[in-house]
C-alpha cells in the first residue's frame, strides 16, 4: 500500500487496471487517491500537490458533519 504524506493529510494510493483517469475521494475522514496502475508516482505527488486546497477544505467540511450530534429519541409521554 502506498502512501503519501500531504500537508496536514495522508493520501492513501489505490492502483486499477481498469482506470484511464485519475480521481481523489474523500470519505469518512480519509483521503484516497485512485490511478491508472501505469501512472508514476511522481505524477501523482504531483497531483495531491495541486489538489491540497480542495482537499484541506473538504476534510474540514467531514469533520464538522461528523462533529455533529446525533439525533436522539425523546419519548412524548
Known amino acids: 500500500m502506498n502512501v503519501i504524506q500531504g ?31 501505469s501512472l508514476r508516482f511522481e505524477i501523482i505527488e504531483t497531483l495531491v500537490a495541486g489538489k491540497n486546497h480542495w482537499i484541506k477544505s ?9 462533529a455533529t450530534q446525533p439525533k436522539a429519541f425523546i419519548s412524548g409521554g
Do not use: D, Y
Not at 496536514?8 to 490511478?35: D, L, M, N, P, Y
Not at 476534510?59 to 464538522?64: C, D, K, P, V
Open 7 to 37: 500537508n496536514g493529510f495522508i493520501a492513501e494510493i489505490i492502483r486499477s487496471s481498469k482506470r484511464k483517469t485519475s480521481a481523489i475521494k474523500i470519505q469518512k475522514g480519509k483521503v484516497f487517491v485512485i490511478v491508472p496502475e
Open 58 to 66: 473538504k476534510l474540514a467540511i467531514q469533520n464538522e458533519v461528523m
